[in-house]
């Protein structure tokens, strides 16, 4: 046989073998798949998600937690835009959902469920030069101080960035003072002020800014000394849960909400400073998983 003939039939053979293993490739991809839970959850919740309730959910079901957190609003566009692919999305605000209800959203999002809830208030750096003032002064007091490091998320992006904007407008109009929005925010997309969620605990805790605006979740999970706001103009997350159409991992995903829902799943919240609600489902409620609606009725 010549040398041209002997590669022939190698080629021929090792052809023969790569459309053998494809099927094999394939079911070995999609298995992997089956065994991991994707979940879109708000920044705030990484403490809890990545600490907590992942390793638990994995421990009790043998399904991986892959988590991936933001800005609500961020990872909605994230996922119209097709950048990202997942099963479930927790977001901070209810109206977050609607950004991706409806054909003209790509009808990601049927239904949603709030869950949970989550007050803003005021955290501070305990060695900041402002700590003690803000111990013994009102609040706008000492935000719209000269030279206060503060820090927020993006209003456009995340839900506490609005929240936070929103609660000083409202203070404003309260305590009379229409010059309290531009003395203690400046303006709304403030880049001296304005971080990515997912930086905003660390930059708070390294000295790098001395107050910000937090969920009590985040200043309960770790022990940041915070000031809580007036009842009369309190701001809340309300967290909500969806499993997203087209999930690549409806079941693993109908299991990790029914986790999250569950006597063992409500433990964790509490223990991260979240208060439980009683679940209420808005959008097409006939949408919502068979498996889920128990889960999800009203008591």
């Known amino acids: 046989m010549s040398p041209t003939d002997r590669r022939a039939v190698l080629g021929n053979a090792l052809s023969g073998l790569l459309l053998a293993a494809a099927p094999l490739l394939t079911f070995s991809a999609a298995q992997a ?43 909605a566009n994230e996922i119209k835009g097709k950048l990202r692919r997942g099963d479930i999305f927790i977001s901070a605000s209810p109206k977050v959902n609607s950004t991706l209800m409806g054909d003209t959203n790509g009808n990601w999002v049927t239904w949603y469920a709030s869950f949970a809830e989550s007050p803003l208030v005021i955290g501070y750096n305990p060695k900041s030069t402002f700590a003690d003032a803000l111990k013994t002064k009102r609040w706008d007091d000492v935000l719209s101080t000269p030279g206060i490091r503060i820090g927020r998320t993006d209003p456009k992006l995340d839900p506490k960035g609005l929240f936070t904007v929103n609660f000083v407008q ?36 390294s000295g790098q800014l001395d107050a910000g605006f937090f969920y009590s979740t985040e200043t309960s999970d770790l022990n940041i000394p915070f000031v809580t706001l007036p009842a009369e103009l309190k701001e809340k997350a309300q967290y909500t849960v969806t499993i997203l159409n087209h999930a690549p991992n409806a079941k693993g995903a109908q299991r990790f909400v029914s986790w999250l829902l569950s006597p063992a799943g409500q433990a964790l919240l509490k223990e991260h400073g979240i208060d439980i609600v009683a679940p209420t489902i808005s959008g097409d409620a006939a949408s919502v998983p068979a498996a889920l609606r128990t889960q999800l009725a009203p008591q």
């Not at 638990?56 to 937690?65: E, N, P, R, Y």
């Not at 400046?186 to 990515?196: D, H, K, R, T, Y």
């Open 33 to 75: 798949q089956s065994q991991k839970v994707s979940v879109f959850y708000a920044g705030s919740l990484v403490n809890l998600m990545e600490r907590s309730v992942g390793p638990a959910f994995t421990k009790a079901s043998g399904i991986d937690f892959e988590g991936y957190a933001g800005g609500s609003n961020k990872l």
């Open 170 to 205: 409202h203070a404003a109009r309260v305590y009379d003072k229409p010059d309290l929005v531009k003395e203690t925010l400046g303006s709304e997309e403030n880049p001296a002020q304005v971080l990515p969620e997912e930086t905003l605990v660390g930059r708070l805790q």
